[in-house]
């Protein structure tokens, strides 16, 4: 993965959920040190949460990331479901 930074945070992790993505990202001279962000297209970051704590972020990117996987397969199973009528 390339080097990727918004609003002067280095993005450090990102996790792929459908067509979204969900990225963590830091700046040690910021006031607020990580930040976790819901990216679409590769540059267009958004719902910033902000923390100084490196487990708060952490936590933070591995929950959002993990409630749009539980909506995409409550998604995925409901549309299975309407074709086996």
């Known amino acids: 993965m390339s ?6 945070y280095i993005i450090t ?10 990225v963590l990202g830091e700046n040690p001279k910021a006031p607020a040190r990580f930040v976790t962000w ?13 923390t100084d ?3 708060t ?17 409550r998604r995925q199973r409901e549309e299975a479901g309407q074709h086996e009528d």
């Open 57 to 73: 972020a952490l936590r933070n990117l591995l929950d959002r990331a993990g409630s749009a996987l539980e909506m995409l397969e």
């Open 53 to 55: 704590d490196p487990l």
């Open 38 to 50: 819901v990216c679409r297209n590769g540059s267009d970051y958004f719902w910033g949460r902000y």
């Open 13 to 22: 992790s990102a996790i792929r959920v459908g067509d979204t993505e969900y």
């Open 3 to 8: 080097e990727r930074s918004n609003a002067g």
